[in-house]
């Protein structure tokens, strides 16, 4: 008798992880400066237009056009104006000196560079050797953004370009979310960690590493747990542990369904669990669910990833990144692909959903690493990303793939 459930696919379990996401509610309000990397809570307006006058975007004289028709031109210099100065208006038939940033006087319409211009200084005149359009070389009031305009929406993650836009309106401070808090631990009874010596079958614990790495890219705050052993009171005592004053637990290992694997049933005698198969290489195992707070009437999310290395760093960037970018209060966008060549064949392909470690060559074609088993970290350092290959699909070179690089998977 075939007892298994069915495999989810990687769209169902993203589907069901972001229906499931409640985003927190609570905001505070920060320097400008120190809102990097968090998520704005509140659509932010510019007070300005943005040049908020006129003025000149290069090095030379301001002129009317007029002045200038016909070709070359021989005229007084009247005044100078450099960038954080105001001018007089531009008597006509004469040139104001004019340096980039200033303001364009009232009575100009262009601007000539001084390449196109001879100075003599002995009679402070200036001959101009171009006729310009009206309106050349100005940067025009509101040309970037209009007074009252909407500069970022709600739920943008605050980059440092974000932060400039902003301060270049003058907002000095910006609502955000407060920072998700995150709980983690590693069970394994051969987890080691670097600096202790490694006995006879144990491992170092990279997972600690890796994940520890990713949540706080992403701006959580996390509490570190440890190492945690293979046993069932252990695995509850870290969830009792993790639950109390978090949003998130995230795990890795122990989610198989072996006898030494205690996750499933510590959650479900701690809230509930769905342990998935999802139909993806690597990966395959993952578990969510929420465990209660003691002595309080809502719970924590989980998420238990794979122990194998590569499956955990794979299954956080596919699922655990877009879950935290919503319960952040995030937008949540599905990474960008992009369509691009196979140098390498892949003649033999799973029946899952498959996510090859790949690197962009100096002939922009994929190349392949060639070991993509799931413990195999250096695939995901020599690697750019990701191979997105649907189930049962051969790869021969020349083909056409979907590609997304780990750039768009690590903020
Ligand atoms: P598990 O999911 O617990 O069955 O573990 C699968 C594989 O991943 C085993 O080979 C583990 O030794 C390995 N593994 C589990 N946890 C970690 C970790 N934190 N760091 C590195 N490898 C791990
Ligand atoms: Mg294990």
Not at 250 to 257: A, E, F, L, N, R
Not at 297 to 310: E, H, Q, S
């Amino acid at each position: 008798m075939n007892t298994k459930k069915p495999m989810l696919s990687v769209q169902e379990a993203l589907d069901f992880l972001l229906g499931a996401a409640r985003a927190v509610n609570e905001t505070e309000t920060l320097s400008t400066v120190d809102a990097t990397g968090r998520v704005l809570a509140v659509d932010q307006l510019s007070q300005l237009d943005v040049p908020p006058m006129d003025n000149t975007q290069m090095d030379g004289y301001a002129v009317r056009s007029i002045d200038c028709a016909s070709g070359t031109a021989v005229l007084p210099v009247s005044q100078r104006i450099p960038a954080g100065h105001v001018g007089q208006p531009l008597q006509p038939g004469t040139v104001a000196r004019i340096f980039t940033g200033a303001l364009i006087p009232e009575g100009a319409d262009a601007v000539v560079m001084q390449e196109q211009c001879t100075v003599d200084h002995a009679t402070a005149r200036v001959t101009v050797n171009h006729s310009p359009k009206s309106g050349e070389w100005i940067r025009r009031r509101g040309e970037d953004i209009r007074s009252g305009s909407t500069i970022l929406a709600r739920g943008t993650r605050l980059r440092a370009q974000e932060i400039g836009l902003a301060a270049s309106v003058g907002l000095a401070s910006l609502p955000v979310f407060r920072r998700l808090k995150v709980a983690v631990f590693f069970t394994g009874d051969e987890l080691t960690m670097p600096g202790e010596p490694l006995k006879p079958g144990s491992i170092y614990n990279s997972n600690r590493f890796t994940l520890r790495g990713l949540l706080q890219q992403l701006g959580c705050e996390v509490t570190d747990l440890g190492n945690v052993p293979d046993s069932f009171d252990a695995t509850r005592d870290a969830l009792r542990k993790a639950a109390s004053g978090h949003d998130l637990i995230v795990t890795s290992g122990g989610v198989s369904v072996g006898e030494e694997d205690h996750v499933k049933p510590a959650v479900e005698s701690e809230g509930k669990l769905n342990m998935w198969q999802i139909a993806m290489k690597p990966g395959k195992p993952l578990a969510f669910g929420e465990v209660r707070r003691a002595g309080q009437p809502d719970t924590a999310f989980f998420i238990g990833l794979p122990g194998n290395p590569v499956s955990s760093f794979v299954t956080f960037l596919l699922f655990v990144r877009p879950f935290i970018h919503a319960l952040q209060g995030g937008n949540v966008a599905p990474p960008r692909r992009y369509p691009m060549r196979a140098d390498f064949d892949w003649s033999r392909p799973d029946r899952r959903n498959e996510f090859l470690r790949v690197r962009i060559n100096d002939h922009q074609g994929l190349e392949l690493f060639p070991n993509q088993s799931s413990g195999v970290l250096t695939s995901t350092v020599w690697g750019d990303g990701l191979v997105d290959n649907p189930p049962g699909q051969a790869i021969q070179a020349g083909d056409a793939v979907n590609f997304i690089p780990f750039s768009e998977l690590l903020y």
